[in-house]
């Protein structure tokens, strides 16, 4: 099984919807990271959090919001979703420590009509 | 913020040739790390380079770190079809608490 899972894989939905993208581990890690990624850009940090009690904001915090429900759960959530944050979601963990090297999901394929 | 600049974009290769990519950033980097995105899935960790002018070998993949701790390269020698993707540098900020990744370079490979 994976350790980083991500649901669902691919979602398309109208302008103005509310949705949310899920994010589960198994690997025990405290960080877990939301990033949005866009051709050519590379991958944005959009929010994280370190802990249960502590969420940060990225690059691209607008118009998204977060949930750290668990230690093992990170929910990323479009209030009021537009045509440009159609983009590929990457969720992402790491351990407290060194090296601090990055756990991606698969993805989630997000369209905004 | 910090910015990391990647270049090239985009690279063809013949299989058998080298590439390379390279990593520049106008300030002291803390560290670096390598990433590779295959076509349809996800980053995977490669390596992370933290000494000045730290050489790393992977097979046929070399990282470097600049002596100034600028920039960063990766190379690949004599380049296979399953060297395909995407190849991200990432910089950990000065707290310790965020990657910023670069743009990326999309490599492909004739065969």
């Known amino acids: 099984d994976a350790d980083v899972t991500q649901t669902p894989r691919n979602r398309i939905t109208k302008t103005g919807k509310r949705i949310m993208l899920e994010c589960s581990q198994t690997?025990?890690?405290?960080?877990m990271y939301w990033y949005r990624q866009d051709p050519g850009l590379g991958l944005r940090l959009i929010y994280y959090?370190?802990?249960?009690?502590?969420?940060n904001k990225g690059e691209i915090s607008d118009g998204y919001s977060v949930s750290r429900q668990a230690q093992a759960k990170f929910s990323l959530s479009l209030e009021s979703a537009i045509p440009n944050q159609t983009a590929l979601y990457f969720c992402?963990?790491?351990?407290?420590?060194?090296?601090?090297?990055?756990?991606f999901g698969p993805g989630t394929r997000l369209t905004v009509t | 913020g910090q910015q990391v600049m990647q270049i090239p974009q985009y690279q063809h290769v013949q299989e058998g040739e080298d590439f390379t990519t390279y990593c520049n950033s106008s300030?002291?980097?803390?560290?670096i790390q390598w990433y590779k995105q295959r076509p349809g899935g996800h980053p995977v960790f490669l390596i992370q380079?933290?000494?000045?002018?730290e050489v790393k070998k992977q097979k046929r993949l070399t990282f470097q770190f600049g002596e100034a701790k600028k920039n960063s390269s990766l190379h690949i020698t004599a380049t296979q079809t399953t060297d395909v993707g995407t190849y991200f540098c990432?910089?950990?900020?000065?707290?310790?608490?965020?990657?910023?990744f670069g743009g990326g370079t999309r490599l492909m490979v004739k065969p």
């Open positions: 690997k025990g890690h405290d960080r």
């Open positions: 992402a963990t790491s351990s407290r420590g060194l090296p601090w090297e990055q756990y």
């Open positions: 380079l933290v000494k000045s002018g």
């Open positions: 300030t002291t980097l803390s560290n």
């Open positions: 959090s370190f802990d249960v009690k502590d969420i």
């Open positions: 990432a910089e950990k900020d000065n707290a310790g608490n965020m990657l910023t």
